[in-house]
């Protein structure tokens, strides 16, 4: 969806590297996510955000951390990277006025640790 | 923990058949919603049905939703080979403004 976009969309970095991953939305959405997937355990929530400096944990937060400055931006920091969190990372926001609970999501960033 | 658990895991059909997909999960939820993801690239979302719902249609697709036994199911109907993809059903709870993932159905359709 080019309306949620992520930057770098390929990344590989050494072990105890600090990685940030940029997620930019232009929906004017108020709520925004950060997952990571991994093959054959489906999507997993790291953090979830519902407003400017709203920060929560999600199901798999230990090692990572995010910061949401403005709306429109959501960043997913490693900060000392690890290869266990090899993975491919999706940001996705929502919009808490919506009936249909709806997320977009982005288009992935795939994050290898060597 | 997952709350979605799609089954069977992987499919593979003839062009024009018809894939269905099943899911089931553990708590009472808001609504279910089914979610498309092409090789590698972004989930996009199909269909959502709501607790007081037991059908809905969309197109060339149809969810079920059985809340006394916790599932739903996902039908494809003609299939194409456009539809080889990753299926992912996702749960919403009540009083959670959340999605909970299953693990997701691979989806290879012949031409």
């Known amino acids: 969806d080019a309306d949620v976009t992520q930057t770098p969309r390929n990344r590989i970095t050494k072990t105890g590297k600090r990685i940030m991953l940029e997620c930019s939305q232009t929906?004017?959405?108020?709520?925004m996510y950060w997952y990571r997937q991994d093959p054959g355990l489906g999507l997993r929530l790291i953090y979830y955000?519902?407003?400017?400096?709203?920060?929560n944990k999600g199901e798999i937060s230990d090692g990572y951390s995010v910061s949401r400055q403005a709306q429109a931006k959501f960043s997913l920091s490693l900060e000392s990277a690890i290869p266990n969190q090899t993975a491919l990372y999706f940001c996705?926001?929502?919009?808490?006025?919506?009936?249909?609970?709806?997320?977009?999501f982005g288009p992935g960033t795939r994050l290898t640790v060597l | 923990s997952q709350q979605g658990e799609e089954d069977p895991q992987a499919l593979s059909i003839q062009e024009g058949e018809n894939a269905t997909m099943n899911c089931s999960y553990k708590?009472?939820?808001?609504?279910l919603q089914w979610y498309r993801q092409n090789s590698g690239r972004g989930l996009v979302h199909l269909i959502l049905?709501?607790?007081?719902?037991r059908e809905k249609h969309s197109g060339r697709l149809r969810v079920t939703l059985d809340t006394s036994k916790k599932s739903s199911s996902l039908l494809i109907t003609a299939s194409r080979a456009a539809d080889t993809a990753s299926y992912f059903c996702?749960?919403?709870?009540?009083?959670?403004?959340?999605?909970?993932f299953g693990k997701g159905n691979q989806v290879v359709v012949i031409p």
């Open positions: 996705a926001t929502s919009d808490s006025s919506s009936t249909s609970d709806e997320q977009f």
């Open positions: 929906k004017g959405h108020d709520r």
């Open positions: 955000s519902f407003d400017v400096k709203d920060i």
């Open positions: 708590t009472s939820i808001n609504n």
């Open positions: 049905i709501r607790s007081n719902e």
């Open positions: 996702a749960t919403a709870s009540y009083g959670n403004n959340r999605l909970a």
